[in-house]
């Protein structure tokens, strides 16, 4: 699935320089984005539902992925200007992936979970929004 959104934000957000699977947010932040905008998506939790049905199989599966920006603008040291760059960056972000579904024969549309600020370095602001997904597997 990860694939899946990656490809989705290449062709949707055109302003990303960089769009890129990650294992965690350490190892994006110590390989610094050569080239920013900068997105890195990363497969954050799953969990399962019980199957319910007899002699088949049914699983509900949630997601949860993040998708972590890095920003960086060097006209204002304190981390401002690169604040605004992110609040268009979000929208656009938002708009490629929200009510997308990136398996629909067996899955359902993303949903926003949450934002938060990862951190602001050396001009380099690091910004995380985590998406859910509900998956489905199934068995004859």
Known sequence: MIAEIIARLQAQ???LKVVSGVADFSTAAVNKPMATPAAFVLLASESAED????GAFDQRISVVFTV?????????PTGAAAMDDLEALRTAIKSALLAWCPTPANGEPVRFGSGQLLRFDDGLL????????TTYLRMP
């Open 13 to 15: 957000v055109t302003s």
């Open 126 to 133: 690091w910004w995380a929004d985590e998406f859910r997904v």
């Open 68 to 76: 972590i920006l890095a920003l960086s603008n060097r006209r204002d």
């Open 51 to 54: 199957n319910q049905l007899l």
